[in-house]
């Protein structure tokens, strides 16, 4: 009996030995390596922006009198590294010679584990970045006086009734806690848009090629 076009294209991609459809395999195996290779390089150049980035703001942030901001942020940004350039040593230990749908769904397990430790330390980065902000603006420059305690005098003679909370104006101080509270909640959201903005395009032709080669197999 003369197999359907479905069963054919389902050997095709299904089966790594399959001869029954040779150039549809082939279709789905270059696709499949472009994808997952265009994504290594992406997520390659990222790290390296990263790092990079960590080292501008520390500089800049020395230069504008900041500098507790920049430690905060050089930290932090290379931890981020770190933790994905770890991620990436997985990613090139994915089998290239099993079949392209096996390939693409082991790529897309591997994905998804590392959104999902991503989103969990993003709801740590997210919030010490912004109090590396405050505490930089606070601090100001290395030895000398510090500009949040000048303002918070100045605040005071103006607003002599100005409620503190450990030597803090209250009002501000439950500002930023509410902030950086907000940013641990919403921290795992924030980097999903992050993602979709950088990855998003990659993201969607993966979900779209695994969607075709399952549709087949039914």
Do not use: C
Request: positive net charge.
């Amino acid at each position: 009996m003369v197999k359907s076009i479905e069963t054919v294209w389902k050997e095709g991609f299904v089966r790594s030995d399959a001869i029954v459809a040779p150039k549809l395999n082939n279709l789905y195996h270059k696709k499949s390596e472009h994808i997952v290779d265009k994504f290594k390089r992406m997520f390659k150049i990222n790290l390296i922006a990263i790092v990079i980035g960590s080292f501008i703001i520390m500089a800049m942030s020395i230069v504008v009198h900041i500098p507790y901001m920049g430690v905060g942020f050089f930290f932090m940004l290379n931890t981020l590294a770190f933790i994905n350039y770890k991620l990436m040593n997985g990613l090139h230990k994915i089998d290239k010679n099993v079949n392209s749908y096996l390939y693409l769904k082991t790529f897309d397990k591997w994905m998804k584990q590392m959104i999902l430790l991503n989103q969990r330390f993003s709801r740590l980065l997210y919030p010490l970045a912004f109090l590396s902000v405050v505490i930089g603006f606070w601090f100001g420059g290395f030895g000398g006086d510090i500009p949040g305690e000048e303002v918070v005098q100045k605040l005071l003679v103006k607003f002599p009734d100005m409620g503190l909370l450990f030597g803090l104006p209250l009002y501000p101080l439950l500002s930023v806690i509410l902030v950086t509270g907000l940013l641990a909640y919403f921290g795992g959201v924030i980097y999903t848009l992050d993602f979709n903005i950088v990855y998003g395009r990659v993201h969607h032709k993966l979900n779209d090629i695994i969607a075709d080669m399952e549709e087949l197999q039914n």
